[in-house]
């Protein structure tokens, strides 16, 4: 595809309309994040929103794990980065956090909604992954870990700021501190994972079959109901959210994609939407 790191994301239509399939392809290592996966994120998801053929993406990854974290290579060489002026590589060091940040904020910024397909491991970076996709489920084998404690940093990716509006600020201070792992069950009764299957198999074809049915729906009310989601958690101020939403409803609700509901419902039949 041309960037940096894509050779290790595999993307491609699904086996339903309007489902992409994105699939972390570093499976030697765990499909542990590398500078290169995380450049070549954000593009891939900017394609796929810009697409009229997509509607929903499902992410997941090759082999035994879903992500096993940051690859060690990469902090290797932030740490290697030594210049003679303090100022200039600690200019350098927030430069590349905030691109680390900016592949799992691109998940966010992506119209069309993510959902994860979690197996086997799914650690520190991983976490961070999960946490900006829309909905998120895991296979009985699934394990995971806030696990930046133990490598001596504080989680700089997006997990402190998106795990607490999932699990509660209470449970997200105890395993961020701890790094303890806890299983694909404990992630759903905390909210994490919206649901679990017994398999990698079973937990793809979930997230596919979910996929599929948002897929179906009205694109203009799946892209401003994930916006509108988004903006409530980031701007809790309910006045505020209710206005806004006013406002964006009084510029998109009178569209075809209405019209084509009302009219499918009155026929009986699946109602047809055009691409967006």
């Known amino acids: 595809m041309g960037l940096e790191g894509e050779e290790h994301v595999r993307v491609g239509p699904g086996r339903d309309a309007g489902v992409w399939e994105v699939r972390l392809d570093r499976p030697r290592v765990g499909n542990a994040l590398d500078i290169g996966l995380f450049r070549a994120l954000p593009g891939v998801l900017a394609r796929l929103d810009a697409d009229p053929e997509v509607r929903c993406v499902v992410l997941s990854g090759e082999g035994r794990h ?3 974290g940051i690859d060690v290579g990469a902090l290797g060489s932030l740490m290697g980065a030594q210049t003679e002026c303090q100022g200039r590589q600690r200019e350098e060091t927030r430069r590349f956090i905030l691109m680390l ?23 520190g970076a991983g976490v961070d992954l999960i946490t900006a996709c829309d909905i998120v489920y895991a296979a009985a084998d699934a394990q995971f870990c806030v696990k930046e404690v133990d490598l001596g940093i504080t989680a700089d990716v997006g ?34 994972v919206a649901g679990t299957a ?12 979910v996929a599929r049915g948002i897929a179906a729906k009205s694109p203009l009310a799946v892209v401003g109901t994930k916006h509108i989601l988004l903006r409530s958690r980031d701007r809790p101020n309910v006045e505020e959210g209710l206005d806004y939403v006013a406002t964006w409803n009084a510029a998109m609700v009178l569209s075809t994609d209405l019209q084509e509901s009302l009219a499918a419902r009155a026929e009986k039949r699946p109602p047809v939407y055009a691409r967006l």
């Open 66 to 68: 879903f992500c096993t």
């Open 101 to 123: 940040q900016d592949a799992n904020t691109a998940i966010e910024r992506c119209r069309k909604p993510v959902v994860a397909a979690v197996h086997g491991a799914c650690i």
């Open 159 to 192: 997990t402190l700021q998106r795990l607490p509006s999932l699990v509660g600020h209470g449970r997200a201070r105890e395993l961020a501190l701890t790094a303890r792992v806890f299983s694909g069950k404990e992630a759903c009764e905390m909210g994490l």
């Open 198 to 209: 017994t398999s990698r198999e079973g937990v793809l074809r979930l997230a596919r079959g």
